[in-house]
């Protein structure tokens, strides 16, 4: 019988970018954070097409400079 109070992790809640493993639930708060400090979520998108693993870190591990780097390389490629 399994404890019904165990979580359990399915592989899909995970995202891999490069040596990062990193769960969606960051990357969501992460973006929800960015949101709340004035970065438009188009601008998020601009970054991850520019460069999808370096903005998924800088989201998982809420580093708004890295981001705001990002975007703006983004914004001029």
């Not at 995202?15 to 949101?35: C, F, I, N, P, Q």
């Amino acid at each position: 019988m399994q404890d019904e109070n165990h979580q359990y992790h399915r592989i899909t809640a995970y995202v891999y970018a490069k040596r990062w493993v990193l769960e969606h639930r960051s990357l969501w708060d992460g973006v929800e954070a960015a949101e709340c400090i004035g970065i438009e979520l188009g601008q998020i998108g601009r970054a991850l097409s520019h460069n999808w693993s370096a903005t998924v870190v800088a989201l998982a591990f809420r580093n708004f400079a890295t981001l705001r780097a990002l975007i703006d390389e983004a914004s001029r490629g």
